[in-house]
């Protein structure tokens, strides 16, 4: 018995075909035997020139137009079978010999060789012996008739004469049948059969038989079973003979199955598969018989035979179990032949149970993609349609089959198939592996792999699993704006507006149009992040691992990585387009266990799905403790050509700047363009948060640069000033130790500079013009805002220390003098004022200021009353020691505190209006009166702006090292440090009191004093010292008051209201023991003019003088002081003066004038 | 011979959503893959006949040595109680394996009875 029998293979002509002479390497053997094998037909039209027809040819009528010889071809020969002479197709009528000349040089030892061989075959007609692969000095032999040599050449002409020389043995067979037909016609054919069969089938009927007549196919069932019965009844018989004649008992068996099988092929159709299975089922149970160790060939046959049936039959289950039975015969053979025969057929088998390598399984990988495609089209994935990709999941069949692979494949010493099957086992069945058995694997995929050269690629992934995690945009792609060619302002609308890749609402729009489009840049570096599980419990070491892309312009980076047990990874993968295109990622390619694989990402998707819904074993990358699988679109990826690339740098630093509160400072940023294509055109503008940190930006720098070459750079200036830190941010500030004040930025405050760039617009071969992409910058300015000095507190204080009035300050005013002209001169808009606070002032406002160094560094404070109103010049209150103290900044060393005083002058208003005390005065008012209500509304607002004015005038600049400077914010600490009082800062006083000295008739203006007078409370008394001072003057100044002379002066009083005021003026004097010097009694000072009692009235908004003389006795300390009793208050005057009762009297004082009087010299 | 059998329950798509081994016979691992392979290989046996009659059940519709494989072919997914509360449950996908430990008892229980 024998593969491949059918009703047909009896009209072959059996060839066998022998290797000889030196041994042949299998693949040669094999393609020398494919190459012979092929002309299994021969046309017999084409034997024409070889045939030699006989005078009396039997074969005239054989039909030599469409007819032809069969060949069965049979490699490696075949014992010669005792039913040679009953079936004469099972004789080897030609032998042909192969002959591998690199390994047989001698070509006359092949000959010999060949004709032993042949020797075996004593039915052999014909015999060529083909030598292939000739050596230049076998060429160049003499020419041989008994070897053939195929000259090299390529393979098609290989064939070509291949088919010549087999068309020769062909025609030389048929030459020898017509011979011997001519010769037996005369003496008759002696049939022999073991068995002396009383039947036969004729094949020349055989021949005749359609494939679908209903008819014939009848006839030859009714044979077969006739035959079997008959040939039952007869092996019965001639058995129980030769068991009495003691010869081999001869098998029925065999002989019934070949028959079985014979019809099984003729009836082998889809529509008789019924009847087919039930025949091979039948012969497979007649296997049962074949139980002797001498069956186990029959048996072997047997099986491949129903397993060729079964598959031609459409039936690949059944035809891979019988496929498995027969490597499981083979694999009771202990030879590397027979494991690799057993390999074979298992891996045959690999498609019905779903374990096929990825070599041989590209159609169905198609399908799948598309099934993919077609899922991810309508969005979601319909759970029928996953079950379908998960077919057949006969696990444990599917391990038994790959184990069987592995076993065979180790046995058969081939490595890369042991390798793949062991791959296949890991990677699809590790749930039901044990520690143990993976660790097996693992090391037979080692010992698979140092038998294969280095560098050997396997269709099969192993570990690890991979996924796309996802596509980190690399800063430089991130920033690739589209540029719309009808705007100036290409980058409106393009592209992403903040510093966010993703805002919620270009999401909705684009969602649904399509897929993420991703643009690469020739040259540039791109990032995929993948996630990679070792689910197994071993180390699992990734030598290599790199993207697998096909298209072949792009540049991969390898990186390796170590993945110990049970563990998941994210890793960067990196590389360069370098090519303008199109790229497709569909996976990774990784060296691993010695062998270098591709793992397709869509493969593991599908994986994931299947164990989300609960149709495989387990989710790789759960079992590690990776997060749950998400399903990330592959983007469309798109290769563009270079563009130019922005770097920015900021001059200082790649940290935060930090800068103190309040601090401004010049950043320098530099510029450089990185690629390889200049910066025609550039914008830069702002955005973020805190924008307003940014005073200014340098434009013109930059403008000026462009172009910017590739490698060119451009440093330009932008103005900050750092913002100010909210309350919580100083009190987590002040929760730690001042070393850890330096912090971070925190993310999302920051500002950005948007810088948004391009360059040429490229010329396309049609003429026209396109635009490449342009591309935005972000410059993040990272300010990190930390607490400088800090305000403690701010309070006001009142100082009252009496002027110290020497002769240096009698010195007449150096300015045009201005007389009591009634002329409306209201101090503030007099000119700058100044205070020396040493020489003390009565009733003096500070505000003190105290401030603490929390840093480490020192600062430098300078307070500044800025007087920029629209009535007062630009004066610095301190200008009368600014001068002098320019450089005497208040300094602050670190952890330490000091207190600023600023005086609070020249804030008062002009004119003492009611409307102030509208509020007040407003509550005795009749209320309801809409017009008084908006009125006392825009008084209010009108108060609040002076206030607001007030505080905004006082800055406190200050200055730390070579360039931080700053101003701190106290304006809500001012505010509330004035709160209390601030009425008396605002307001002037109802009356002025000021002393001048008259001489020669013309006053000159001393002193002014004024002084508005509670009597009942002092600190509400209000000063507005007004000294003149111009020390320079002073000190030459002859004019001093001296003893025993008169002295002129004048008190001049200035009415601050818009209401006369009638008063009585007394004037006092008092020396240094507070003595009443004008007593009548013991007068030390002589006086002319009235000095009590004065009755005056002061027109609103006028001053009045009244002149008085003095005649000082005894040189020495004096002070003047002169005060009015307001006859008629006003209510305004009352309430200025925070009168309790309407009837109190209202007393205004100025403040005391000292006078140094020296003596005669 | 051993009274020993193999209930495995295919659903669509060949994919056995549940898989018992019983019987009495002393088990050994490479028969029970044996009886596997068997009725996996049978499925193209039953995949044809199932068409060809009205009957559910199919009886030895394959066998190899000694083994019958005899088939019931069901409609919807239903033949038996305890599969019944399977597929209604709202929870379970089709194609996907059967755990419950339940159904696991029950149909040793009922092989127990049987055989």
Same mark, same amino acid.
């Given at each position: ?460 992934? +192993? ?142 998707? +599908? ?336 108060? #609040? ?80 010292? #007004? ?135 | ?115």
């Amino acid at each position: 018995m024998e593969p491949g029998l059918s009703i047909e293979s009896g009209s072959a002509i059996r060839v066998a075909v022998l290797p000889v002479g030196g041994p042949i390497p299998s693949p040669c053997l094999r393609d020398y035997a494919a190459l012979v094998a092929r002309h299994a037909c021969v046309d017999l039209a084409s034997l024409r020139p070889y045939y030699k027809e006989h005078q009396k040819s039997p074969f005239a009528h054989q039909p030599w137009d469409a007819g032809c010889l069969r060949l069965k071809f049979v490699l490696g020969g075949c014992v010669p079978s005792p039913w040679e002479d009953f079936q004469s197709s099972r004789k080897v009528l030609a032998v042909v010999g192969i002959c591998h000349l690199p390994s047989s040089p001698d070509l006359d030892r092949v000959a010999a060789d060949f004709v032993d061989a042949a020797r075996s075959y004593p039915s052999a007609l014909a015999s060529r012996c083909f030598a292939f692969c000739p050596t230049d000095a076998q060429l160049v032999e003499k020419k041989r008739d008994d070897i053939i040599i195929f000259p090299p050449s390529d393979q098609q002409s290989l064939e070509v004469h291949m088919l010549t020389m087999i068309q020769d043995l062909a025609a030389s067979l048929l030459m020898e049948f017509e011979k011997w037909v001519l010769r037996a016609e005369s003496t008759g054919t002696i049939l022999k059969t073991p068995l002396d069969s009383q039947s036969s089938l004729g094949s020349e009927e055989v021949d005749r038989m359609g494939q679908s007549d209903p008819v014939l196919e009848d006839e030859v069932k009714y044979r077969y079973y006739t035959i079997i019965q008959l040939y039952r009844r007869a092996t019965l018989q001639d058995n129980a003979q030769r068991s009495f004649l003691s010869l081999n008992r001869v098998s029925p068996v065999s002989f019934e199955l070949e028959a079985a099988l014979k019809l099984a092929r003729y009836l082998c159709r889809r529509e008789l598969a019924k009847e087919v299975s039930d025949l091979l089922m039948g012969a497979a149970d007649g296997a049962k018989a074949l139980i002797d160790a001498s069956d186990r060939l029959i048996l072997l046959i047997l099986y491949i035979e129903i397993a060729r049936l079964f598959g031609t039959l459409g039936y690949k289950r059944k035809a891979a179990f019988f496929s498995r039975q027969v490597a499981q015969l083979y694999l009771q053979q202990d030879n590397a032949y027979a494991a690799m025969s057993a390999m074979q057929v298992l891996t045959m088998t690999t498609n019905a149970y779903h374990v096929q390598s990825r070599k041989n399984n590209k159609l169905d990988h198609d399908s799948h993609k598309e099934l993919r495609a077609s899922n991810t089209d309508s969005g979601k994935v319909h759970p029928q349609s996953i079950v379908s990709l998960f077919e057949s999941q006969w696990s444990t069949l599917q391990m038994v089959i790959l184990r069987e692979i592995l076993m065979s494949s180790i046995r058969a010493s081939d490595p890369l198939s042991s390798w793949s099957a062991a791959a296949r086992l890991l990677r699809s069945f590790y749930p039901l592996i044990t520690p143990a058995g993976q660790s097996g694997l693992a090391s037979s995929l080692g010992n698979s792999a140092d038998r294969l050269p280095a560098g050997t690629r396997c269709a099969d992934p +192993c570990l690890p699993f991979i996924r796309l995690h996802s596509f980190p945009l690399h800063p430089s792609q991130r920033d690739v704006v589209k540029r719309n060619p009808h705007k100036k302002d290409w980058w409106t609308g393009a592209g992403p507006s903040g510093p966010f890749i993703y805002t919620p609402f270009s999401k909705a729009a684009a969602s649904g149009t399509s897929k993420q489009e991703v643009t690469w840049i020739v040259g540039e570096p791109v990032q995929v992040m993948v996630e990679l599980a070792n689910p197994c419990s071993f180390d699992l070491v990734v030598e290599s691992i790199y993207l697998s892309v096909h298209s072949g312009n792009f540049d991969a980076f390898p990186v390796s990585v170590s993945l110990p047990p049970n563990t998941s990874k994210s890793v960067l993968l990196s590389g360069v387009p370098t090519q303008v295109g199109q790229i497709s990622i569909p996976g990774c390619i990784v060296h691993c266990f010695g062998v270098i694989t591709e793992h397709l990402f869509k493969e593991v998707d +599908c994986l994931l799905l299947g164990a989300s819904q609960g149709l495989v074993l387990s989710d790789p990358f759960r079992c590690c403790g990776s997060s749950k699988f998400k399903s990330v679109s592959f983007p469309s990826i798109s290769v563009v050509p270079p563009l130019p690339l922005l770097v920015a740098n900021v001059v200082g630093g790649e940290g935060s700047i930090l800068l103190y509160e309040g601090e401004i400072r010049d950043v320098l940023i530099t510029l450089t363009n990185a690629g390889t294509v200049p910066v025609e055109e550039a914008n830069i503008a702002l955005s973020g948060k805190n924008q307003d940190s940014v005073i200014s930006i340098a434009h013109s720098t930059w403008k000026s640069a462009l172009p910017i070459k590739p490698g060119g750079e451009v440093t330009f200036a932008v103005t900050l000033r750092a913002w100010h830190l909210s309350l919580a941010d100083s009190e987590a500030d002040g929760s730690r130790s001042p070393v850890n004040s330096r912090r971070t930025a925190r993310e999302g405050i920051n500002p950005f500079l948007d810088i948004h760039y391009a360059g040429p617009a490229a010329n396309a071969e049609n003429g026209d013009v396109s635009l490449p992409p342009g591309r935005r910058l972000a410059v993040p300015l990272n300010i990190c805002v930390v607490q400088g000095l800090r305000l403690v507190r701010a309070r006001l204080l009142s100082m009252e220390i009496p002027a110290q009035f020497t002769e240096a300050h009698l010195s007449p005013v150096s300015r045009k003098d201005y007389i009591s002209t009634g002329t409306d001169t209201a101090h503030g808009d007099d000119n700058l004022l100044t205070i020396d606070p040493c020489k003390g002032s009565w009733g003096l406002r500070l505000l003190e200021l105290e401030l603490f160094n929390p840093t480490d560094v020192v600062f430098d404070v300078d307070v500044a009353v800025h007087l920029d109103g629209t009535n007062v010049d630009q004066k610095l209150i301190d200008e009368g020691t600014a001068v002098d103290a320019a450089c005497q900044k208040t300094r602050i060393d670190r952890d330490y505190s000091a207190r600023v005083l600023i005086p609070l002058e020249n804030f008062k208003l002009p004119v003492l209006d009611a409307s102030f005390f509208i509020k007040e005065s407003g509550s005795t008012e009749p209320l309801g009166s809409k017009a008084a209500a908006i009125a006392e509304r825009n008084a209010k607002a009108e108060l #609040n702006a002076s206030i607001n004015s007030l505080i905004s005038k006082i800055k406190v600049k200050w200055h730390s090292g070579r360039n931080s400077s700053g101003e701190l914010n106290i304006k809500n600490a001012i505010q509330a440090a004035l709160q209390a009082s601030i009425m008396d800062i605002l307001l002037p006083d109802p009356l002025t009191f000021s002393f001048k000295l008259a001489k020669n008739g013309s006053a000159i203006n001393v002193v002014s004093s004024k002084d508005s007078g509670n009597p009942d409370d002092d600190s509400g008394h209000f000063t507005d010292e #007004n000294v003149i001072l111009s020390t320079k003057n002073a000190q030459r100044c002859e004019d001093l008051i001296s003893a025993h002379e008169m002295t002129h002066m004048v008190v001049q009083i200035r009415n601050n209201t818009k209401e006369i005021i009638r008063m009585n003026l007394s004037i006092s004097c008092k020396d240094v023991a507070g003595e009443n010097c004008f007593d009548e009694n013991s007068a030390t000072v002589l006086w002319a003019g009235v000095l009590s009692d004065v009755h005056l009235e002061v027109p609103p908004l006028q001053e009045v003088a009244h002149p008085f003389s003095v005649y000082f006795l005894v040189p020495g300390d004096y002070s003047l002081q002169a005060s009015s009793l307001i006859i008629d208050a006003t209510d305004v005057l009352r309430a200025r003066a925070k009168a309790e009762s309407s009837d109190e009297p209202i007393l205004c004082r100025g403040s005391p004038f000292h006078i140094r009087v020296v003596g005669k010299v | 011979m051993a009274s020993t059998a193999c209930f495995v329950i295919v659903s669509k798509n060949d994919i056995p959503i549940y898989e018992a081994e019983v019987g009495s016979a002393p088990k050994k691992e490479e028969l029970a893959y044996q009886h596997q392979f068997i009725l996996h290989a049978a499925l193209d046996v039953v995949q044809d006949l199932a068409w060809t009659t009205n009957a559910m059940f199919l009886k030895s519709v394959d066998r190899f040595n000694d083994l019958v494989v005899s088939v019931y072919v069901t409609a919807v997914l239903c033949c038996e109680c305890s599969t019944v509360q399977i597929f209604l449950n709202p929870l379970y996908l089709p194609g996907s394996r059967i755990t419950s430990s339940h159904f696991d008892t029950k149909v040793r229980a009922l092989a127990r009875r049987y055989l």
